[in-house]
């Protein structure tokens, strides 16, 4: 199974910042590679596919690049609706698998 | 745009088995991959299985093959997700997503399944 590795687990930020988020992958995956976001008692919202694409409707802060075994999203100026984790998934080998996650909390 | 509606919360005993419904309203699954993921109380995802609609061929996560099958009924638009054996560390919130393939795009709101004596 291909394993993916989220850095940082905790990371706090103040509205305004640029955050970037990484995740690993234990091995090449090329740009198959999801970001989901995820608020308390909700379900996780698509942000990006393709290691780079927005999903419609995705705020043009959030943008997200990589391939191969290591990729980034970025949010460039963090607003408050924001704080939340986010996930990294892989689509390139059955079983998909998920990074562990970056909470994003307010410093 | 289609959503996805999942059955309401359920409370078990260890060894019995849950099913678990994920009905498509405002458009139909026909054409779609349906994936599973669940999400222990505090934890990450966990991608459990899909099935590929139009061909009715499911697949599993290695860790939950022998206990989990995945079923649709095209005509009613709904999947299901039935998990067997149960035990205390199957304690978890469970989702349906559409499954594009490049990523989930449309998520079930989540069942929450509590396993206890």
């Known amino acids: 199974d291909i394993q993916l590795t989220q850095s940082p687990s905790f990371l706090s930020a103040s509205v305004g910042d640029r955050v970037t988020l990484t995740c690993r992958a234990s091995?090449?995956?090329?740009?198959?590679l999801a970001w989901y976001q995820q608020k308390p008692g909700k379900a996780p919202k698509l942000l990006i596919y393709g290691a780079s694409t927005l999903q419609s409707g995705v705020p043009s802060r959030f943008s997200g690049s990589g391939s191969g075994t290591e990729f980034t999203l970025t949010i460039s100026s963090l607003q408050p609706e924001d704080f939340a984790t986010y996930y990294c998934?892989?689509?390139?080998?059955?079983?998909?698998?998920f990074g562990g996650g970056t909470k994003v909390e307010i410093k | 745009q289609v959503q996805l509606v999942q059955s309401g919360a359920e409370v078990k005993k260890p060894g019995s088995s849950v099913k678990v419904s994920c009905k498509a309203s405002g458009g139909t699954l026909s054409s779609y991959t349906i994936s599973w993921v669940r999400q222990a109380p505090g934890q990450g995802l966990e991608w459990m299985g899909r099935i590929i609609l139009i061909l009715g061929i499911p697949n599993y996560a290695q860790d939950f093959q022998g206990r989990v099958t995945i079923t649709a009924d095209k005509s009613t638009s709904t999947a299901y997700m039935e998990l067997s054996s149960l035990r205390s560390d199957d304690t978890a919130v469970y989702y349906c997503?559409?499954?594009?393939?490049?990523?989930?795009?449309?998520w079930g709101q989540g069942t929450t399944v509590t396993v206890s004596s």
């Open positions: 091995q090449g995956i090329s740009s198959y």
């Open positions: 998934q892989q689509v390139n080998n059955y079983p998909l698998t």
């Open positions: 997503a559409r499954d594009r393939g490049d990523g989930m795009d449309v």
